[in-house]
């Protein structure tokens, strides 16, 4: 049987920084790393859109990445 072992997960808000000359969505990103294995999802949307609630753009996603080591 496979072991999994959590490395680490970062979480990523992508933001609508405007749009070009076509109208097509123009997108900014920002990560956060170093989120320990303990942070549930609904806590993790709930800090996202209290960061996303200080910036000027609007909020398109939330992507959680989690890293794992098999063996």
Request: charged share 20%.
């Amino acid at each position: 049987m496979a072991n999994v072992n959590f490395v680490g997960a970062t979480l990523r808000l992508k933001y609508v920084a405007g749009h070009d000359d076509q109208n097509e969505p123009m997108f900014t990103t920002k990560t956060y790393r170093n989120l320990n294995s303990t942070h549930m999802a609904d806590d993790l949307v709930a800090v996202a859109k209290a960061i996303a609630s200080l910036s000027s753009h609007a909020l398109d996603s939330i992507v959680k990445q989690e890293t794992t080591e098999l063996s």
